[in-house]
């Protein structure tokens, strides 16, 4: 079943006096069933990702007006089971440009569409490090941050904390077991110690509530500095605070968390923003709804600044030194040239409160600090950029 | 040897100078604590503290001092104090969100940004009517007016932009691009120039105010500290238009840029996050707030050393002079 959301946003437009310029981008959303998860206090928005590129779109819309340039978006929702190539396939026929909230492997094979060669796709959905380096795309932009990006960001907090013996508990969801990978790597990456690392099987033979099983379940760790929780689906491990056998931090997907965007972000105008985005959707913005603001927003931008709307020129224009995007975090927010991923700045934070923002002071890069979050151009494998 | 004692001469012959300056008050607005701070510009002591409406940010005062304009932007309104009471008189309708606004120079007409709306309002202060609303872009904030008060300029900060709008139809003529996040612009030179800031983008454009093209573009390379954090936000011109004084936001600098030449000429090194300054009567002292570390860094302008930390409330945003 496809679900079709076109917006018309007549209401904000006024007559311009001069020839329009006008972009349409599609939005697809592939829609994958949530596993059960112990607690469902969280529900997720149904219009996550689709309100923040909406936002995006107001703005340029606003934008637009003074410079004779029109946007417009069409978003789909399909399912995973039905046919997702199909359906991006089809909106490849009306635009080269696609904002994308789907698992990693149907992004990549929607990037390899025939349709899809010479467009400008941005993935704003998948952190999967593999999209950044081997499985890159020269048509497949990242306006999400990594894996890599927000773990080396942890990682950074760990060091300046001087946490350095760490364990780990990893729940079994393909995105636990890949951010436990990108924990893994990037304790390395700043020389930290992972001590003992346990895995949260939901089919293990676990009797009791997971509060009484934790402080047993964490007792053979002996000790560390800090606990850091893979559980990215926020199964179990709201669980685990409090609940631990040590009284030690709890760090990664609870606890003290690296975010691409959270509601305690009110910095560098940040405030703004949020209260826009709540102004028009009543509700939070998540870091979905970020990375497709972000996406669409630079768009906008190339847009604005280059008069253009075919796909050739704006995406020099976006991968060029010129082009910068305010991304209310403080620094501009400009695109790797080798792998197409938006470089950002990464909060640092817990439900409450931001900690901090990475890169932390100290960790310094040759050419760019946000560089030291990630997949840097020397490590990266990624040659689709070249 | 000699530099030392011709130096520390000329800083005590300007330290004398500028005490025979006429007393004045610099009022800074404390964002996060929802106050006033008054200074002395002669002892360089907070005199006063005036409760006022939520988050006030922009702050100026009638042309004979008599009233002082806060933009309380949570409250969604402008307040109307009495500077030798600190009581509030009465609001101002302003639209939602105001940040930040400028006074006519009819003495009467407020320009309002509303960041939340994309609007910029005008509210006439003698009648507290809105006289118009301008829609404008994403997130509007620097505001400024030419000498003439023919010319209202409202720059906004998501789209970019400084829209020029003609005071006497209250419609934009005109709308300029201009780098990231403009936060700031001032006309100079009897209105012939107008300038903004771009905080995201590390820039000042100067425009011809005649044909609204692009005079020149400063950029600013504090030593020691990265780019990215090289922020311009609030600026002012010292005497005669011969300097521009430029807060670098988180590079707790500000710039002294030489209005002629468009150059840098020097750093200056004040509190952390210095957001925008005010000079005392004859511009010899100029007052920087400094939002992170909740001060106000009092600067001389002669030898462009910094003097003092004057702590006032959280998160200080705002200054204006008054004699």
Known sequence: MWRIIYFCLFGLMVQPVFAETTLDVGYLRVDVPRPPVLSNLDPIPENDGLAGAQTALEDNLTTGRFLGQSYTMTAMTVAATDDPLAVAAQMLADTPYLILDAPAPVILAIADLPQAQGALLFNASAGDISLRDSDCRSNLFHSLPSDAMRTDALAQVLVQKRWTDLVMIAGTFPADTAYAAAIRQSLKKFGLRLSGEKTWDADADMRRTASQEIPLFTQNFGDYDALILADELHDFGRYVLYNTWQARPIVGSEGLSARTWAPVIEQWGAAQLQSRFTDQHSRDMTSIDYAAWAAMRTLGEAVTRTDATDPETLRAYILSDAFE????????????????????????AHPRALVAQAPLEGFLHQTNELDSLGLDRPESTCEAFQ | MNSFLKSSITVGTLLSAASAAPAGEIWVTNEKDDSVSVIDTETLDVIHTYATGERPRGITFSKDFSLVYICASDSDAVQVMDPNTGNILHDLPSGEDPEQFVLHPDDTHLYIANEDDAITTVVNTKTRKVVAQIDVGVEPEGMAVSPDGKIAITTSETTNMAHWIDTTTQELFANTLVDSRPRHAEFAKDGTEMWVSSEIGGTLTVFDTATQTELAKMSFEVPGVHADRVQPVGFEFGPDDEFAYVALGPSNHIAVVNAQTYEVEDYILVGRRVWHMAFNADKSRLFTT????????????????????????RFPWGAAFRP
């Open chain 1, 325 to 348: 995007l305010a991304g209310f975090k403080g620094r501009a927010l400009t695109y790797r040239d080798w792998n197409g991923q938006l470089r950002q700045p990464i909060a640092i």
């Open chain 2, 290 to 313: 400094n939002g992170v570390s909740g001060d106000v860094t009092v600067v001389d302008v002669a030898t462009r050393k910094a003097l003092k930390s004057i702590k006032v409330g």
